[in-house]
């Protein structure tokens, strides 16, 4: 089954409350019944068929090396972070941060959902029991990312408070004569803005990792 790190134990989250000085407590809730939170009785139904599910597999298709695939899901991998970690410019206004990060959370999803696809169709190719995993995979990408999504679509409002945070700060040393380089506060901010991005690309690839992780072991 594909992995998935809750939220709120997540480097993600850890990182965002660092930034924004926002305490996270554990919750006391047990991660099933976390999730179950997020399924509608119509969701359950679905998942219900999935896990019943006994799909027909031709066995000239069954078992492959799962080389090719964990070689495009690296180089994927590789091009976002590498996309994440360019230097753009040290803009002093948040909006222009704002659509950078948008712009880099809409090319995570462009990338990572086709991707997921083909593993599940290569899954769902190979063994009853992997093709099971596959229509499950399926269901619990279609319910928790709708979920993923809304969360996810808050990071760039808890990065908004950082980026104040850290512009007043400067401003308040400029005013009391502390003087100091005045745009290292900017730098950092792009700095960690670009850290909480990798986070996020980590979050993203948990799904795929557990998939190849499957494939490996039929």
Do not use: N
Request: with cysteine.
């Amino acid at each position: 089954m594909s992995r998935r790190t809750g939220f709120t134990d997540s480097a993600l989250v850890r990182l965002l409350a660092r930034l924004t000085d926002i305490d996270v407590p554990e919750s006391r809730q047990g991660f099933a019944d976390r999730l179950s939170q997020w399924f509608g009785w119509t969701d359950a139904i679905s998942l219900s068929s999935a896990l019943e599910r006994s799909p027909a597999i031709s066995p000239s298709r069954a078992r492959a090396s799962a080389s090719a695939e964990e070689d495009e899901c690296a180089s994927v991998r590789a091009a976002l972070a590498k996309a994440i970690s360019e230097r753009g410019a040290f803009a002093s206004d948040f909006p222009s941060h704002r659509r950078r990060y948008i712009a880099r959370q809409q090319a995570m999803e462009t990338a990572i959902g086709p991707l997921r696809g083909r593993l599940r169709a290569r899954l769902a190719a190979a063994t009853p029991d992997l093709a099971r995993l596959a229509s499950l995979d399926a269901v619990m990408e279609q319910v928790l990312g709708v979920q993923e999504q809304r969360l996810l679509g808050t990071v760039p409002g808890l990065l908004e408070k950082h980026f104040k945070r850290l512009r007043e700060a400067e401003r308040s040393r400029d005013e009391s004569g502390g003087g100091g380089d005045s745009g290292a506060w900017l730098e950092l901010f792009c700095k960690d803005m670009q850290g909480v991005l990798l986070a996020e690309l980590d979050i993203r690839f948990q799904p795929l990792e557990g998939l190849l992780d499957a494939l490996r072991k039929s």
